[in-house]
């Protein structure tokens, strides 16, 4: 199982990035599929979780600004972030688990003005 995540950078607080993330080595539309992201000197935390039926899940601190969503014909994941703020620097991973917990390289945001 591979990941690949791309679309991070640098933003100004209030504004948006999309980040993608794409998967092979697996059947990708029976697995649930994550975003985790660690900010410096922080643990690694869960961000969101989208099912294979499509649920969806958010940690608190995102609710509301983030989005995750799947293209199961283009084996990619996404994270929309919209109003972004500093403490959303982090370097974002995704995350998919079969048989055990398979992790991409990060792609790293930096919300700063």
């Known amino acids: 199982v591979q990941l690949q995540a791309s679309g991070g950078g640098l933003a100004q607080p209030g504004e948006s990035l999309r980040l993608s993330c794409t998967a092979s080595g697996l059947i990708f539309s029976i697995n649930a599929m994550n975003w985790y992201r660690q900010a410096p000197g922080k643990q690694r935390e869960l961000v969101a979780t989208i099912t294979s039926g499509g649920y969806t899940n958010y940690a608190d601190s995102v609710k509301g600004r983030f989005t995750i969503s799947r293209d199961n014909a283009k084996n990619t994941i996404y994270l929309q972030m919209n109003s972004l703020k500093p403490e959303d620097t982090a370097v974002y991973f995704c995350?998919?688990?079969?048989?055990?917990?398979?992790w991409g390289k990060g792609t790293l945001v930096t919300v700063s003005s």
């Open positions: 995350n998919v688990w079969v048989h055990q917990s398979y």
